[in-house]
């Protein structure tokens, strides 16, 4: 046998065995790559921007349920966020990791702190070139780093979340402690946050695509086929309102304006802007599902007490309206320690405006149903009421509505008075019917034949 001849002969077989292996693998993974994009009949599109609070959470559980209803089994979230309030993120976490359908979180620009655990929680994430994630330092209002309890628990809610899909949770540790040290990624001190391709490297990010374009072809998807779900008005305003400096403001020119109003009679602007945040209040929380008619019913109810107290004085209806009203808006707030907290700073802020207009204008419009006009003070003596009894029996005319305190004019003087019962309009003829001390009653005049 002639070895040498039989040599290349050997080369020859193993050079084709060689190809026709490298040939089967192309076509297995084509073939994989096909049932993979195939794998995907109905795809949902839907946005997470700006702060992350608990309007957003109302509408992902709206927009989730959408998707499974419409037998979705792919939904991507264009996330676009510096974050938010951490417990939002936990129940939109929750819901990514309960939702039947594969989860990709797609980022094309900042996913940071809250954004980033609910990026944690998909099935996969995909970046864009100059996309950022991470800083996930939960911080209080004031901007400042929040108690090392926060931070703890916050850590170990994002190390969880990396070890959904096997990352390394000391990065998302990294992310969040600052006193952490991460070698090669960031030094004690500092706050980790990821680009794209080092997302990539670290495997924090699976995929890096250049648009959305990309990331359809990659996940095999029609991108006209991909559906959009979208916040509705009433929802955008409901994640608007449900912000906690929103609701707090609300809570404020709504007391403000009730304040105001008291001390000008009538009905007026002040009036009218109070009941506008007051409805925004709860029209916001109830789009998103957390008041309800009872909430909404109880704040009106303490309202209508409010207003019986003027004419039931004694105290007791006005408590049980004062209490009605606290207990409407403290259970429509999505969370009751932060709505006694907001109602709490608003009622702080009222009472200081109501102390500056006391000082300002002095004690007028319905106060003064509440307050006592004569004043004796032990170092002046007693000062006697000026008598008033000469007004018995005179004619005048109502100068505000008597509700049933209120002003008149008798004989050019301008008087306080009540009247006899019930409701008499501003420029009535009234007659004085009743003097006792600075107390002057009158009522409406019947009409002469």
């Known amino acids: 046998m002639n070895t040498a001849a039989a040599r290349p002969s050997i080369r020859r077989i193993r ?25 995907y009949q109905k795809a949902f599109w839907i946005p997470v921007d700006n702060t992350i609070e608990r309007g957003l959470e109302s509408f992902l559980k ?70 950022s994630m991470g800083a996930a330092t939960p911080i209080d209002l004031a901007g400042n780093a929040a108690d090392i309890k926060v931070i703890s628990a916050w850590s170990e809610q994002m190390q969880g979340a990396a070890k959904l899909n096997k990352r390394n949770p000391e990065v998302a540790r990294a992310m969040v402690e600052i006193d952490t040290e991460f070698p090669g990624l960031k030094p004690k001190g500092t706050v980790l946050s990821l680009d794209a391709q080092t997302a990539q490297n670290v495997g924090y990010a699976d995929r890096v695509v250049v648009n959305k374009e990309e990331l359809f072809r990659q996940l095999g998807v029609n991108a006209s086929a991909v559906q959009s779900i979208d916040p509705t008005a009433g929802e955008r305003v409901a994640r608007w309102v449900t912000s906690p400096i929103v609701m707090s403001l609300l809570l404020v020119i709504g007391l403000v ?78 969370d009751t320690q932060q709505g006694l907290a907001s109602l709490g700073i608003a009622a702080v802020i009222t009472v200081i405006v109501t102390l500056l207009l006391v000082k300002r204008f002095g004690v007028k419009g319905l106060f003064n149903k509440f307050i006592l006009g004569d004043v004796q003070r032990n170092e002046e003596g007693y000062v006697a009421p ?43 003829p009234v007659i004085v019917v009743q003097v006792e001390g600075t107390r002057v009653v009158v009522q409406e005049q019947e009409l002469k034949e």
Not at 279 to 287: A, D, I, M, S, T
Not at 313 to 331: D, E, K, Q, R
Not at 387 to 398: C, P, S, T, V, Y
Request: hydrophobic content about 55%; cysteine-free.
């Open 15 to 39: 050079f084709w065995l060689s190809l026709l292996s490298l040939l089967t693998g192309l076509m297995m993974f084509a073939s994989m790559q096909t049932a993979k994009a195939a794998s």
């Open 62 to 131: 709206r927009a989730f349920l959408e998707a499974e209803q419409q037998q979705a089994d792919l939904v991507i979230l264009d996330i676009n966020t510096p974050g938010g309030e951490v417990r939002a993120a936990g129940e939109i976490g929750q819901l990514i990791r309960e939702a039947p359908m594969h989860v990709v979180a797609y980022i094309d620009n900042q996913a940071f702190s809250a954004g980033t655990y609910i990026a944690l929680n998909a099935n996969e994430i995909v970046m864009t070139p100059g996309s």
């Open 257 to 334: 304006g009730i304040v105001v109003e008291l001390f000008a009679p009538g009905f007026g602007v002040a009036g009218t802007i109070s009941l506008v945040a007051f409805g925004l209040y709860f029209f916001g929380h109830f789009v998103a599902g957390f008041a309800n008619w009872l909430h909404i019913g109880l704040f009106v109810i303490g309202i209508l007490l409010m207003i019986m107290e003027i004419f039931l004085p004694g105290g007791i209806v006005g408590a049980l309206g004062f209490i009605s009203i606290v207990t409407g808006l403290v259970m429509a707030a999505y």
């Open 386 to 428: 000026k008598d008033q009894r000469e007004l018995l029996n005179k004619e005048g005319i109502a100068l505000t509505p008597l509700r049933p305190a209120g002003m008149v004019k008798v004989e050019g003087k301008r008087v306080d008075a009540v009247t006899v019962g019930g409701y008499v309009a501003a420029g009535t």
